[in-house]
């Protein structure tokens, strides 16, 4: 079902893991709650992460996934609440777990999903999942929410799509095709972030519920995981949940993949990415098409993400992150660090506490 692709190594994930960024859409979404309950607490949490109201409100700018993994499980131990203030009543810790324990119990994907349905359903009137079969052919998830204004960031309906789609990939040893994700709210800023995600095309602004679409055949694949392994995977929440962005679901998580094993001063040339993949050029050109996506795009999130991490760590001078990066000169990296995020470098790499404009009175993060 690879389609001739080599799957990733264990090394090439944890590494791509390391450099992988993401939108700062979802930090704002998980810590909202925190702002609205304490404002202090919210920019501890950030402290503790070294980051800044000033890099969450740049509408370009990323974080490192592995400061998002601490606020996602700092921010809901917090609040106490799974849902992260999206629905009308909290999610209480331990209720995904339990979930995973009982799907774990079927013997099927398909079984997996209904249980995981009518589990929520017992536990909250606040979120519906739904698994619709068409016969032998389709399959959906869909989320409905009992009060969807809660959800001004779409944040759990991605959430629980995302559980779903990778919980099943999970349980069943293999990525899984998806035909479509489609989503009721209209495209938002970070939609092209989505193919890491939910690896298929995007459709918004649906009628109906958000879902996920894909053929029916998959329901039919064993679980081949214990209520043991589901329980280590919830409580790992949600860095499993999230190094699985990094998979071998999408041609654009493989060229991503290739291309982070080179140098930071040597980036693989689009020949040779393909040559790894067992792929044509024409053929992998057109696939990255058909995922909205192009070799250089791949190859410029990349030496951001790579310039992201590099800066995070504190142990680099931005001298020594343009030389890396083969940037011509400290000046030429400063302007690409602008235009990707937002921010210039020497701003981003000194956000590590805001507690004096705190003091000040601060606007709350957008």
């Given amino acids: 079902m690879n389609g001739g692709r080599q799957a990733p190594t264990s090394t090439s994930k944890s590494m791509a893991m390391k450099i992988l960024t993401i939108s700062r859409h979802f930090p704002n979404a998980i810590l909202h709650e925190v702002w609205a309950r304490d404002p202090q607490v919210w920019h501890s949490l950030l402290a503790e992460q070294g980051l800044s109201r000033r890099i969450l409100n740049e509408p370009r700018s990323r974080i490192p996934m592995d400061k998002y993994i601490a606020l996602y499980r700092r921010g809901s131990a917090y609040l106490r609440d799974e849902a992260f203030g999206f629905l009308v009543h909290p999610l209480k810790p331990g209720t995904f777990a339990i979930a995973c324990e009982y799907a774990a119990n079927a013997s099927d994907i398909g079984g997996a999903l209904e249980r995981l349905c009518h589990f929520y359903g017992i536990v909250t009137e606040d979120l519906a999942l739904t698994l619709h079969r068409d ?28 559980i779903a789609y990778r919980l099943m990939c999970w349980m069943a040893d293999q990525a899984i095709p998806l035909d479509r994700v489609m ?15 939910f690896p298929c095309p995007s459709r918004f602004g649906i009628d109906g519920p958000s879902r996920l679409e894909f053929d029916a ?25 999230l190094s699985s962005t990094i998979a071998n679901d999408s041609f654009s998580n493989q060229v991503y ?25 024409q053929t992998l050109r057109r696939r990255l098409r058909a995922e909205a996506s192009s070799f250089q795009t791949i190859k410029d999130d990349l030496r951001r993400d790579k310039a992201i991490f ?5 142990a680099h001078t931005i001298a020594d992150i343009a030389e890396r990066l083969a940037f011509s000169s400290p000046a030429a990296f400063s302007r690409a660090f602008k235009k990707w995020t937002g921010l210039p470098p020497r701003e981003y790499q000194g956000q590590a506490s805001d507690q004096a404009l705190l ?3 601060v606007a709350p993060p957008s």
Avoid: W
């Fill in 135 to 162: 016969g032998d052919s389709n399959a959906s998830v869909a989320v409905r929410l009992k009060d969807a204004r809660l959800d001004r960031f779409h944040f759990i309906t991605e959430l629980f799509l995302c």
């Fill in 183 to 197: 989503l009721s709210h209209t495209p938002p800023r970070h939609a092209a972030e989505y193919i890491f995600f």
């Fill in 217 to 241: 055949r998959f329901l039919r694949l064993p679980v081949l995981k214990s209520g043991n392994d589901l329980r280590a995977f919830a409580e790992r929440m949600p860095e499993d949940l």
């Fill in 257 to 281: 993949l290739t291309l982070q094993t080179g140098s930071d001063d040597r980036t693989l040339g689009f020949a040779e990415v393909a040559r790894e993949l067992a792929l044509s050029e």
């Fill in 310 to 314: 590099l800066l995070s760590t504190g």
């Fill in 359 to 361: 003091r000040g009175g």
